[in-house]
């Protein structure tokens, strides 16, 4: 009898321990096109939750991206905020009040964009939020393309579990800055040591974004040992901008290894072109989705550069054997 009553319980548990929660603009109303707009959820609970999947509420007719944030603490405690860290026009007063992303602990947990469809990570795998995490709130960044008469909903609807996740997530971000020249093509690259001491990282999906001239996006980890290339990943930036699955299952990234990415743009209009905020800009990105079996994900959240004409591969002594073809091709 003690034995069928725990069987129950068990499979109880497993049938509703599942939550889903919606994080939705509510009714945000953009002024003008290229507004960067932030809300808030509270998620931080007395014991640890994992989040293990996102659902996307968003067009891309209507809605650039959508970054979601994890937080100690949000920019503001505002319901929206107007979080491009731009200047009123004319000494206005900004319909909505400006702020930082998070005012404390910022780093990225989801992105959308292209009409990507739902995530759902790997069995096992789940972002730490709550009690013990660091992640304390939820902060949804949209990008809108242009002003709207009608209040707007978009956002995502966040699976999560109380149940403990062995595997734990976190997302390292790979990005540069720099310029196109006018009728030109360039390789935007980054490349970082991983320095965090006794690691063993395991990359389970990867995103690329670039506005309209990118061409192809690709990352890689370099053996610290070897000096091997191993591709985590690559795609045509102007697909559904979702994550997608990494080929190599078995991928292990250590210590010593360096993380490289490359954006392949091309640049056909009459003007340089440079990295920035807004579609007439341009941005080069490569998400590494990936799992640690501790608690212990890499020191830094994101990779970054200063790109062409100061940043290349080539320069960099430690690189050797790059495949500069396959890197830049389907």
């Not at 595997?167 to 991983?194: P, W």
């Not at 579609?279 to 200063?306: A, H, I, K, Q």
Request: glycine share 8%; proline share 6%.
């Amino acid at each position: 009898m003690i034995r069928k009553i725990c069987i129950s319980l068990a499979f109880l548990c497993v049938a509703t321990c599942w939550q889903l929660k919606e994080l939705r603009m509510p009714g945000a109303e953009p002024q003008h096109g290229e507004q960067y707009l932030c809300t808030s959820m509270n998620v931080s609970t007395a014991n640890p939750n994992y989040i293990v999947g996102f659902v996307p509420h968003a067009s891309m007719h209507t809605v650039h991206h959508i970054l979601l944030f994890g937080c100690a603490s949000p920019g503001t405690r505002d319901d929206i905020w107007d979080c491009g860290e731009m200047e009123s026009e004319n000494g206005k007063k900004l319909f909505y009040e400006p702020g930082p992303v998070c005012s404390r602990g910022s780093q990225i947990v989801y992105a959308w964009a292209r009409d990507a469809p739902q995530l759902k990570l790997p069995d096992g795998v789940g972002f730490m939020t709550g009690s013990g995490s660091q992640i304390r709130y939820l902060v949804m960044q949209v990008h809108y393309m242009h002003a709207m008469d009608q209040p707007d909903y978009s956002g995502l609807t966040i699976k999560s579990t109380s149940r403990e996740m062995p595997r734990k997530a976190s997302v390292l971000l790979m990005a540069t800055g720099g310029m196109i020249k006018s009728h030109s093509s360039d390789n935007f690259e980054t490349a970082c040591v991983v320095d965090d001491k006794d690691v063993e990282v395991h990359p389970f999906a990867f995103r690329t974004h670039t506005h309209k001239r990118g061409r192809v996006v690709s990352g890689y980890v370099v053996d610290g040992e070897t000096g091997e290339w191993k591709l985590i990943g690559k795609k045509n930036p102007m697909l559904p901008q979702m994550f997608y699955p990494v080929d190599n299952k078995n991928l292990v990234i250590k210590t010593n290894d360096i993380l490289a990415a490359r954006c392949t743009m091309v640049n056909e209009e009459d003007r340089d072109i440079y990295i920035g905020s807004t579609g007439n800009d341009e941005m080069c990105n490569f998400y590494m989705m990936y799992w640690v079996d501790n608690d212990r994900p890499l020191d830094s959240t994101t990779c970054f550069s200063p790109g062409p004409p100061d940043y290349y591969w080539k320069n960099q002594k430690v690189l050797k054997n790059i495949p500069d073809k396959d890197a830049s091709s389907l």
